[in-house]
């Protein structure tokens, strides 16, 4: 494996979600250490700051599912999210299914 340098512009990124994996096995105080150091990493650049808003989020009310520019409540009991393909563009979960169902 090669070792590769993390572009500028990436570190942000990085550091979010360092964060996040903390916060996905309970390690809270160091997922918070590392979502504060988000607007520090980003350094301003208003093409991030919806990463510092994402970490700020994730520190003081964690949601558990992001979708494309908006928060997605959790499916019912026994459904998951569908991700719906269209053509030229990237997948979003829109749509609720039963477990199973495309399984």
């Known amino acids: 494996m090669e070792l590769k340098e993390i572009s500028a512009r990436d570190i942000g990124l990085y550091t979010y979600l360092i964060g996040e994996l903390h916060r996905r ?5 160091a997922a918070n250490v590392w979502f504060d150091r988000v607007a520090e990493a980003t350094k301003g650049d208003p093409k991030q700051r919806w990463l510092e808003g994402l970490a700020f989020q994730q520190k003081t009310n964690p949601k558990e599912f992001i979708g494309r ?5 959790p499916p019912p009991t026994g459904y998951k999210w569908c991700a ?3 053509k030229g563009q990237n997948p979003t979960l829109t749509r609720w299914i039963r477990a199973g169902m495309l399984e």
């Open 25 to 29: 096995v309970g390690e809270i105080g």
């Open 84 to 86: 719906v393909l269209q």
């Open 69 to 73: 520019g908006r928060i997605l409540p």
